[in-house]
């Protein structure tokens, strides 16, 4: 008897929890997060969801009412992931004035097989800071206080500093997203724009799936890391509070150093235009430090034309008209010339030696070309500029009607055109001829070119290379009022070409 009252029992359990599956009604009680996903300081931490399920039944043998609830399912949101950065100068340092950044985050152009164009910018979740409670927007974070994309900066501390929250909720944080961060200088900046491509790998992580890494490759080839390297994989640890704990999803500070472009210049220039075999022409090498800090290890790799011999011992340098030591090795038709002594900014090395002609010069094309390789004295990045050429036309033998060109750069204090007592020559400007051949200055502002063949020839002044400088005004001829020459050097003549500059001033701005 216990044992069919057992089974009496076990039936009318089983056929009530049929009749409660067939009858029930369910009703979820859903808690949304009522603040910010992103927590920051000083705001209440982050809401659960939490979905739980009851339900109602009435025993229609009794009319005895049964109420129950399943269990609790709970999920937390994800956090809004910040990539906190700043805009440093090439060494680190912080830039003088910010005016004018901006910082952005874009998708690449879809449209673009390489990858590499900028798409539309990406769509971040707006933020609010401070977090208003119950308005479904997110808290921000400061200084980029409401996720704006793009970021202007300003200057105000922490100098040079900005941050995007990416939100995993619209999967901005998935393997395989790519982006490319920006930043763009101010109009007339000697930075030009940066663009380095992020892209988003496979996590290999065991916390919750909460670490991601990816790879960053610079796309204008300058380096993202202090090391000098283009291209770097990094992995980050997403927590709930990564905003406090400073933690970040793109270390955006190695994308963000700030190097001139050109930060070394090297300019080739000879005594003549035309030679002969038995000639020795003479061969200046200018490098020009561009950059915001010194230059060393300064390494000049000169290629000679067929049929030029080198003459080792009539290698010279200097800098602000003080020796310095240059050692030479030559191997074949290439000379590498070496420097241990630092270029200071915006200073010249001039590096000078001597060819003579053989017999095979004839044969060659008469062209050398020439390259620097310098590294930063504070961050050992490397710089390089070149090639830059020479042309010598080599004849037979020299005919009696070639002339000679010659000019001088000097500061037009009166605007005459003319140089006066007390109106100094400028050292180490650049003049480009016709034929792409370049001649700089001596000391004194000098500069002159022998054996040149008769005939109209052209000499451009090149102002970049005389920072601080413009054109004089010229008052009594109007067409000299520009930064080229055209002259007419008759056989066996002379012929001049002067360039009157005077110093740039910036007007006070009155408040």
């Known amino acids: 008897m216990r044992r069919q009252s057992s089974q009496c029992q076990n039936h009318a359990k089983s056929s009530w929890f049929r009749r409660i599956a067939a009858t029930f009604v369910v009703t979820s009680v859903l808690q949304f997060p009522m603040s910010a996903i992103a ?79 900028l798409g539309k910018l990406l769509p971040l979740t707006r933020t609010e800071l401070p977090d208003i409670p119950n308005n479904k927007i ?39 997203r790519t982006y490319i961060f920006v930043v763009n200088p101010p109009p007339n900046s000697i930075y030009k724009q940066r663009r380095i491509k992020i892209q988003i790998l496979q996590s290999t992580g065991t916390e919750n799936n909460n670490v991601v890494r990816y790879v960053a490759t ?11 390297q283009t291209q770097t994989e990094s992995t980050v640890v997403l927590v709930s509070n990564a905003e406090l704990q400073g933690l970040d999803l793109l270390a955006f500070e190695f994308t963000t150093n700030m190097c ?58 200097e800098i602000d008209g003080k020796p310095v030591t240059i050692t030479a090795e030559h191997n074949g038709s290439s000379v590498v010339f070496r420097s241990d002594t630092a270029i200071p900014q915006e200073k010249v090395l001039n590096i000078a030696y001597a060819a003579q002609l053989t017999a095979d010069a004839a044969r060659g094309s008469g062209r050398n070309l020439a390259s620097v390789t310098v590294l930063r004295a504070d ?42 007592p007390g109106e100094p020559g400028i050292p180490n400007a650049v003049i480009f001829m016709e034929d792409g051949n370049r001649v700089t200055t ?17 000499g451009v002044l090149d102002l970049s290379s005389l920072p601080g400088y413009t054109l004089a005004p010229n008052r009594k001829f109007k067409e000299r009022n520009s930064q080229s020459r055209l002259v007419r ?12 500059v005077t110093p740039t001033f910036q007007e006070e701005v009155k408040k």
């Open 138 to 176: 997110p808290g921000g974070l400061r200084p980029n206080i409401e996720n704006s994309n793009p970021y202007f900066l300003t200057n105000t501390a922490p100098l040079g500093a900005y941050n995007f929250l990416l939100d995993p909720n619209l999967g901005q944080i998935d393997p395989g």
């Open 379 to 420: 961050n050992r990045f490397q710089a390089k500029d070149g090639p830059a050429s020479h042309q010598l036309r080599i004849r037979p033998g020299i005919v009696t009607d070639c002339g000679t060109l010659l000019g001088r750069v000097f500061v037009d204090k009166n605007f005459d055109g003319e140089q006066q």
């Open 442 to 458: 001596d000391i004194n502002g000098l500069f002159s070119v022998a054996n040149v063949l008769p005939g109209n020839h052209t």
């Open 218 to 228: 610079s796309l204008d080839g300058q380096p993202i890391t202090l090391t000098g």
């Open 489 to 500: 050097l008759e056989p066996g003549g002379l012929a001049r070409m002067n360039f009157a």
């Open 260 to 317: 001139q472009p050109e930060q070394v210049q090297i300019v080739k220039t000879g005594d003549r235009a035309t030679a002969e075999p038995g000639d020795t022409v003479i061969y200046r090498l200018s490098v020009k430090n561009l950059a915001d800090a010194g230059l060393d290890n300064v390494v000049v790799t000169d290629k000679l034309p067929l049929g030029f011999n080198f003459l080792r011992k009539s290698v010279r340098g």
């Open 39 to 117: 927590q920051v300081e000083n705001s209440k931490p982050l809401t659960n969801f939490i979905n739980q399920a009851t339900y109602t039944y009435t025993d229609p043998s009794n009319n005895q009412k049964y109420l129950g609830a399943s269990a609790k399912t709970q999920a937390t949101p994800s956090p809004l992931v910040d990539p906190l950065g700043r805009i440093l100068g090439c060494a680190g340092n912080v830039l003088p004035d910010y005016t004018g950044f901006s910082v952005a985050v874009y998708e690449p152009d879809p449209s673009d097989p390489t990858g590499t164009e």
